[in-house]
């Protein structure tokens, strides 16, 4: 009887253990990249999208547009990138924009919520769920396949991009509809390095930590300067 049990507990534990790998791995359901047949559009500077929302976003000449695809993310949300990039004189990446169209997918009921998001940004009355941060890149960090950063970072990879060792980061996100059920998300990644602090330093309890507030103003007003909205053919 003993011999049964354990054999069965060992069952279980087994189990459960699949269970947690099978559904804790959501990236297991995203499907491969695709590169054509995309529904925007990049003429120049602009990215224009016919719906979700209806218009045209406007980058600064400093970037340029390095690339898009698409994909079904986790296996519930149609997905669609576009990367802007701003490089070095010698074609590192310096600052880049990521610019994600997401919808659930209509037999899906989730809903996208961000009121948790401690600032508001509002570009050409388009106002954004805005979140920022400092982030150290970790190079021996084991990082999770199929999310929308692997499937970002992928691509940029092809292109011989890497993110900046360390950069500050905004997360832009407009929900589209009453729906709450797609979403326009911008993030811009901004290498640190040239200000000579550093991620550790900006933390809460670092050395430098006073001097963030003055960093991520700076961060949100360049966003302000290098990009903007406007409904799709609304004349300027």
């Not at 690339?67 to 079904?72: D, L, N, T």
């Not at 900006?202 to 302000?224: F, K, M, N």
């Given at each position: ?132 941060a400092v982030v150290e890149t970790d190079p021996n960090r084991k ?94």
């Amino acid at each position: 009887m003993k011999k049964i049990l354990v054999v069965a507990g060992v069952v279980i534990i087994s189990g459960v253990a699949w269970a947690h790998w099978y559904f804790g791995d959501r990236g297991r359901f995203t499907t491969e990249a695709e590169y054509t047949g995309l529904r925007r559009t990049v003429i120049g500077q602009d990215l224009a999208s016919p719906e979700d929302p209806a218009a045209t976003l406007r980058f600064d000449p400093a970037f340029r547009h390095t690339g898009g695809q698409k994909f079904i993310l986790y296996g519930v949300a149609d997905t669609e990138q576009h990367f802007f990039v701003e490089t070095t004189d010698d074609d590192q990446l310096k600052s880049v924009y990521w610019v994600q169209y997401e919808a659930y997918l209509p037999d899906k009921s989730y809903t996208y919520d961000y009121t948790d998001s401690p600032l508001r940004l509002t570009l050409n009355g388009y106002t954004f769920y805005t979140d920022t941060a400092v982030v150290e890149t970790d190079p021996n960090r084991k990082r999770a396949r199929g999310t929308d950063g692997a499937m970002a970072r992928a691509l940029l990879a092809s292109r011989g991009y890497t993110l900046p060792d360390e950069y500050v980061y905004a997360r832009l996100v407009y929900l589209t509809d009453e729906s709450r059920q797609k979403e326009l998300m911008i993030i811009f990644i901004d290498d640190l390095a040239p200000t000579g602090l550093t991620a550790a330093g900006l933390q809460d309890g670092g050395p430098d930590a006073d001097r963030w507030p003055e960093v991520e103003q700076t961060h949100l007003d360049r966003i302000r300067q290098t990009l903007s909205v406007r409904p799709l053919d609304v004349p300027e």
